[in-house]
């Protein structure tokens, strides 16, 4: 199986806050977004960030919406991102987070996502409750697949619920290992229940059911090579991000050992 691994650029959640995230991950989203908004400083600090995930041994990304959000992306923020990612030899793999709420939040996100020349939005939207229909012909317009990353959803068959079988090539499944693991449900299990769906995955670890605490793989409940050898079971060849984001601590040497430990299943 010939795959891209990403680094999740949300993993660098806390670092703004000095990796003292007291307070949640809305604290470290918007302490990011207003780090990351200035346009003055963007170029700086963006290519800060690339320059340490290609340091780290990653040939692509996931792009965290809080380091480039539709709300407030220029024109030129977009400029200094597309260079950014060709100077550090960067793949963009997908844009990762929440789509917004109304029809102007999501156009925009997928506005963005056309923009940087990406097709896969990780994350989610209420609107594909309130307004599927709109969801899966912005979606389209813009040749974008939207995969649903399963967060409240305690098993595949909730998350396949939500993606319809009425939206093929436009809404698929981004798989996040460590929300299974968190809700105490067998991940192995949902990679083949979600197999015909999936377009993402977020390879992840935590330490404890109940909990979502993440780890270094190997050291949490989830049983991360279990996890990769049944996507090679089942066929999957599409991109797989490396998540890993401490409330406390720097994730890079973790993320470091996370991909040699991925790189050597894959092989």
Known sequence: MVTTISCMSANYVA??????????????????????????????????????????GFEAVDLWLAHLHPSWATDEHVGIARDLLAEHRLELVSLAGGFGGDRESFLRSCRLAAALGVRILGG??????????F???TLREHGCVLGV?????????????????DARGAIGATLDTGWFGTHGYDPVAAVHELADALVHVHLKDVLAVGAHDTCRFGQGVVPIQACVRALLEVGYEGPISIEHEPADSDPSEDLRSNLRMLQAWLR
């Open 15 to 56: 670092r703004p806050l000095g990796y003292r995230m007291t307070e949640g991950w809305s604290q470290g989203d918007a302490a990011t977004n207003a780090a990351f908004q200035p346009l003055e400083t963007y170029a700086e600090r963006l290519g800060a960030l690339l320059a340490e995930v290609r340091a780290l």
């Open 124 to 133: 989610d939207t209420p609107l594909l409750g309130s307004d599927r229909a």
């Open 135 to 137: 969801v899966i012909d």
């Open 149 to 165: 990353e399963n967060h409240p959803e305690k098993s595949p068959q909730q998350l396949l619920t939500r993606i319809g079988d």
